[in-house]
Nanobody, 123 residues
Framework: QVQLVESGGGLVQAGGSLRLSCVAS????????MAWYRQAPGKQRERVAS???????IYADSVKGRFTIYRDEAKHTVDLQMNSLKPEDTAVYYC?????????????????WGQGTQVTVSS
């Protein structure tokens, strides 16, 4: 069973920085795409950043130039460095993994999520 566990959320003042980390486990052979999403109260979940195993990176317009996504494919981890945080970045942040190949599955699996970590930015 593939599991994702996030860490690193917290409370920070506007202009500050936080780094989120996520580790995937469960007899994983490879993961094609790892990403960070967020969901603010009363809003839909949105993709913040994604990083494919081919090196393709996508950022939401709202975070470009402030957030950076990193991956360690060998360790199945993905980090999100968040700088110049704004109150509107306040949300629960979720780690996501897609096209996951495991030792005992002959097909890629999709749609794995972590439990979420709260990020609160005060003004």
């Amino acid at each position: 069973q593939v599991q994702l566990v996030e860490s690193g959320g917290g409370l920070v003042q506007a202009g500050g920085s936080l780094r989120l980390s996520c580790v995937a486990s469960g007899n994983i052979v490879s993961i094609s795409i790892m990403a960070w999403y967020r969901q603010a109260p009363g809003k839909q979940r949105e993709r913040v950043a994604s990083l494919g195993s081919n090196g393709n990176i996508i950022y939401a317009d709202s975070v470009k130039g402030r957030f950076t996504i990193y991956r360690d494919e060998a360790k199945h981890t993905v980090d999100l460095q968040m700088n110049s945080l704004k109150p509107e970045d306040t949300a629960v942040y979720y780690c996501n993994a897609d096209q996951v190949w495991t030792e005992h599955s002959g097909v890629a699996q999709y749609g794995f999520w972590g439990q979420g970590t709260q990020v609160t930015v005060s003004s």
